[in-house]
């Protein structure tokens, strides 16, 4: 497998982020079996296909909690998390602070500036153009 493949799985992960992606779904859609397939995609990104769609989940959701006004229910549910509760562990494990404190801590930082700057090579990363 080629990394222009992995790249090609990367992107369409981001294209149907909101939608229940498994790794069992995500195998049969690129044509490689489920084990194949998170091996190749571990070896090219240093990161399981599971932990790679959870990251951009909460990646999607925390450009969401700054630059909009959706209830965070709203957003957890859109990124398929069960309830608030769930989303509240894992973005704040992962952002070591709660949704509602990041969207706080960061809403006036994206109104001040222009927008959002997103580090492609580092996916967990959101910085703010100065």
Do not use: C
Not at 6 to 12: A, G, L, Q, T
Not at 17 to 38: C, E, M, R, T
């Amino acid at each position: 497998m080629k990394k222009v493949i992995i790249e090609e799985i990367k992107e369409w992960i981001d294209a149907n982020i909101n939608n229940p992606l498994k790794v069992k779904d995500i195998a049969k859609i690129s044509g490689y079996s489920k084990w194949h397939l998170q091996r190749e995609f571990m070896k090219y990104t240093n990161k399981s296909l599971g932990r790679y769609v959870l990251d951009r989940k909460l990646y999607f959701a925390a450009k969401d909690l700054v630059s909009g006004y959706e209830s965070i229910l709203t957003i957890s549910l859109r990124y398929g998390f069960e309830s608030h509760q769930s989303f509240t562990r894992v973005f704040s494990r992962k952002y070591k602070t709660p949704p509602s404190a990041y969207r706080r801590n960061n809403y006036l930082m994206h109104r001040r500036y222009s927008g959002i700057i997103v580090d492609n090579d580092n996916a967990d990363s959101i910085t703010h153009k100065i």
